[in-house]
Each structure stands twice: as structure tokens, then as C-alpha cells.
């Protein structure tokens, strides 16, 4: 059997909402939801949060191991395999540090495809009118066996014979898909990642994991039925919050 750990990148500089990690959300830090749902999840034998500030550090000590990283790390993924060089251990997988509602089987689905796949990631289909055309909502198309064809900021496929409808009319037309920014890595190939330069395909999109395809790491493509629910402002504290009294 694999052994897989959790990693959770967490910054607290933030350009749109500061100490995000530790905005309170129900009475528990950010973080600490992230954590707690992480810690569900059935595949992974720990679950980590690498931090380049002490306060982040300070806050996760009751609730998980904390790792403290390099503070220049140029991204995330970088700041992942800091943390990977450090534990033995077959796989990893990232998990965004602003999501307090991901599912723990979607993380399962994600580290079961690490069986077959040096690398992994999850989507989901595009149901709202208003995500078809958003620039921050990347899609995805894959190929017959799983795999990631391409990620892009714009909508693809392009419908030729319907690009003159309407976008809800093109959404029930053909079955786009909206990734799902969770990633799972076999460490040896995580490692491997870091040391390619940034791509083309990666600085024209900014899309990280471009640079995996770019450079011949094929991208296992779980679908699911989650949507991720991030906190990117303040004010989206109180929607999350809603949420969690709902569920």
C-alpha cells in the first residue's frame, strides 16, 4: 500500500485578504477546517501544513504538524516539495489552504488514481452560465483514457457549429469541465517538477500545471461531483459559514 501524506500550503501574505489562514470561520481558523477535513479523508497517513510564518505555525500546534518552509519559494508547488524532501513517503498530495469545505473522498479519488499515474487532479462539469466565459474558472478537456489534454484560463473546447449560440445553449451542448485545483504527485516525480524551469504554456496562462505537460508528466483526471467553495475575501467568510450550519 501507498503511503500518501496531505500537504497544505499556507501563506499568510495576501494581497486581496491578509492572515487569511487564520480567519475565523465558525469559531476554528480557516486553516484548521481545511485540516480537520483533510484528516478525514481514508488515503492519507498524515496531513501537514508548510507555512513560511510563525503565526500560521503558532496557530496549527494543537491540531496537526506544521512544517516551517523557505519564504521565497516562487509558488506552491515548490514550497510542496520543500516539505516532500523531508518525509519518506510514495505520494503526495496538495491541498488548497482556502478551502474549508473540500470533500475528503475527493482527495480518496485523487490519491487512488496515483496508483496508474505519476500525477493526478479532479473536475467537475460546468453547470453555471456564469463560470462558461470567467477567466478564474480554468477548464479542462481530457482525453479518452483520463488524462489532461490541456488546462486553460479560456473555455475549451471551442464549438464551432455552435459558437453563435448562447453560452447556456453551448454549456448543454457539449460536457465541459472546471478543474478542481487539488493535485496528487508520486514524491519522486513532485521532486522532479520543481526542478524544470516555468514554461511557456505555464507564464502565458499561469497555470502551474502546464509545466507538467509541457515537459512530458502525464496529468490522471478524476471527475467528481464536488464543487469548491473557496474563501478568496473577507466576505465570503459569512457564505462558508452558512454552509456549515446547513450541512
Given at each position: 500500500m501507498m503511503k500518501i501524506i496531505g500537504i497544505i500550503p499556507a501563506r499568510y501574505a495576501s494581497t486581496r485578504f491578509p492572515g487569511k489562514p487564520l480567519a475565523l470561520i465558525a469559531g476554528k481558523p480557516l486553516i484548521q477546517?481545511?485540516?480537520e477535513r483533510c484528516q478525514a479523508?481514508?488515503?492519507l497517513s498524515e496531513v501537514i501544513v508548510a507555512?513560511?510564518?510563525t503565526r500560521i505555525w503558532e496557530a496549527t500546534q494543537n491540531f496537526c504538524t506544521t512544517e516551517m518552509t523557505a519564504v521565497d519559494h516562487p509558488s506552491g508547488t515548490d514550497r510542496l516539495a520543500e516539505v516532500a524532501e523531508r518525509y519518506a513517503c510514495d505520494a503526495v498530495i496538495n491541498i488548497q489552504g482556502d478551502e474549508p469545505l473540500i470533500d475528503p473522498?475527493?482527495?480518496d479519488s485523487v490519491a487512488a488514481a496515483l496508483t496508474n499515474a505519476e500525477m493526478s487532479t479532479a473536475a467537475t462539469p460546468i453547470r453555471e452560465v456564469e463560470e462558461y466565459d470567467n477567466p478564474?474558472?480554468?477548464k479542462v478537456v481530457v482525453n479518452s483514457g483520463g488524462q489532461a489534454l490541456y488546462f486553460s484560463r479560456r473555455t475549451i473546447p471551442y464549438l464551432r457549429d455552435a459558437a453563435n449560440r448562447s453560452a447556456k445553449e453551448q454549456l448543454a451542448a457539449f460536457p465541459f469541465l472546471k478543474h478542481i485545483g487539488i493535485y496528487g504527485y508520486r514524491r519522486a516525480t513532485l521532486l522532479r517538477l520543481v526542478k524544470f524551469p516555468v514554461s511557456a504554456l505555464e507564464a502565458a496562462e499561469k497555470l502551474e500545471q502546464l509545466r507538467a505537460l509541457e515537459n512530458g508528466i502525464p496529468i490522471?483526471?478524476?471527475?467528481?461531483?464536488?464543487d469548491s467553495i473557496g474563501v478568496d475575501l473577507p466576505g465570503d467568510v459569512a457564505r462558508v459559514e452558512k454552509l456549515l450550519a446547513q450541512a
Amino acid at each position: 500500500m501507498m503511503k500518501i501524506i496531505g500537504i497544505i500550503p499556507a501563506r499568510y501574505a495576501s494581497t486581496r485578504f491578509p492572515g487569511k489562514p487564520l480567519a475565523l470561520i465558525a469559531g476554528k481558523p480557516l486553516i484548521q477546517h481545511v485540516v480537520e477535513r483533510c484528516q478525514a479523508a481514508k488515503s492519507l497517513s498524515e496531513v501537514i501544513v508548510a507555512t513560511d510564518d510563525t503565526r500560521i505555525w503558532e496557530a496549527t500546534q494543537n491540531f496537526c504538524t506544521t512544517e516551517m518552509t523557505a519564504v521565497d519559494h516562487p509558488s506552491g508547488t515548490d514550497r510542496l516539495a520543500e516539505v516532500a524532501e523531508r518525509y519518506a513517503c510514495d505520494a503526495v498530495i496538495n491541498i488548497q489552504g482556502d478551502e474549508p469545505l473540500i470533500d475528503p473522498a475527493v482527495i480518496d479519488s485523487v490519491a487512488a488514481a496515483l496508483t496508474n499515474a505519476e500525477m493526478s487532479t479532479a473536475a467537475t462539469p460546468i453547470r453555471e452560465v456564469e463560470e462558461y466565459d470567467n477567466p478564474n474558472v480554468v477548464k479542462v478537456v481530457v482525453n479518452s483514457g483520463g488524462q489532461a489534454l490541456y488546462f486553460s484560463r479560456r473555455t475549451i473546447p471551442y464549438l464551432r457549429d455552435a459558437a453563435n449560440r448562447s453560452a447556456k445553449e453551448q454549456l448543454a451542448a457539449f460536457p465541459f469541465l472546471k478543474h478542481i485545483g487539488i493535485y496528487g504527485y508520486r514524491r519522486a516525480t513532485l521532486l522532479r517538477l520543481v526542478k524544470f524551469p516555468v514554461s511557456a504554456l505555464e507564464a502565458a496562462e499561469k497555470l502551474e500545471q502546464l509545466r507538467a505537460l509541457e515537459n512530458g508528466i502525464p496529468i490522471a483526471v478524476v471527475r467528481v461531483v464536488y464543487d469548491s467553495i473557496g474563501v478568496d475575501l473577507p466576505g465570503d467568510v459569512a457564505r462558508v459559514e452558512k454552509l456549515l450550519a446547513q450541512a
